[in-house]
């Protein structure tokens, strides 16, 4: 059975158990660095309720400098697990276990080595309206500048852990390739205690005035799987031509993935109007993965969100 290596404050007054967690995919850094910025900081004196801080729920991916454990599976893609499994699945039962205890969840992510992410927080729409209401408050008070709202069909992750146990639960996205932005970090550590100050935890803070966040909700089944986004055809270099939040049309080049053997390059274009809130920033790509995730406006297709720079 899989040892998580957490840390646990209890408060000295009542409130919600809120978990967070970061390093459920190996190559992720900033969400990990910020929850050891937490564990050092937060005085249980202050607290109410209790902190529960996982900075690294697999520690194999890390080992293997990768999204992947020492199995080759992906984390986020193995929940509820199996205490009997393979490596990564105990890791998954042992996290979704630790899930079912909490109120409140967040997961902090990054696109991690091959995937620049715009920054965001994301739930699942989930039908219990009060825990999706709860889920909404989180976003907004986690202040990353995109909210997405996407279907809470998806399983195999922390997100449907936390649905299946009843939890309220957001993950969030912030940048990816090395180094460690310590900007990202410090958003993290920022965005995490304006969460606890919200729901009651901490004595608010100096509030940190954001920009009103683009809220997006999209609810069509497999909306925010960003693995299925504009697939490479072939096994290659992935040379990017566009930006994030830049806004593009169906059609435009998105990039060209040139084939190392023929050297014969295939131009990517997009299928979709909208902006970019995902694209590949490690070149070297196999056939079929993802190279740029849209955001697209359903309600108006032809007029794209406004993301601000980031
Ligand atoms: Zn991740």
Known sequence: MSKLKSTSIQGSADGPHLLITAGIHGDEFEGIFAIYQLIRQIDASKLHGRLTLLPIANQSAVDQHSRYGEDGKDLARTFPGDPQGSPT?????????LISTADLYIDLHTGGRAMDVYPLSGYGLVKDDAILETQRRMARAIGLPLI?????ELDGRSMSAARD???????TEYRGPSPCDAIGVKTYVDGCLAVMAEFGMLKQADSI???PPVIVEDSRPNSGHMQLCNP??????????VSLGQNVESGDLLGKVIDPLSGKEHQITSKQTGSIIVIRSYPQVDESDALAVILENN???????QLPSC
């Open 299 to 305: 309600e108006n297709p032809a007029s794209p969100y």
């Open 165 to 171: 146990a009843g939890v309220a639960a957001i993950y």
């Open 148 to 152: 997405w709202g996407t279907s809470a």
């Open 89 to 97: 699945e105990q890791v998954a039962a042992a996290v979704n276990d």
């Open 232 to 241: 490479s055809p072939i096994k290659g270099l992935f040379e990017s031509s």
């Open 209 to 211: 005035q954001h920009p």
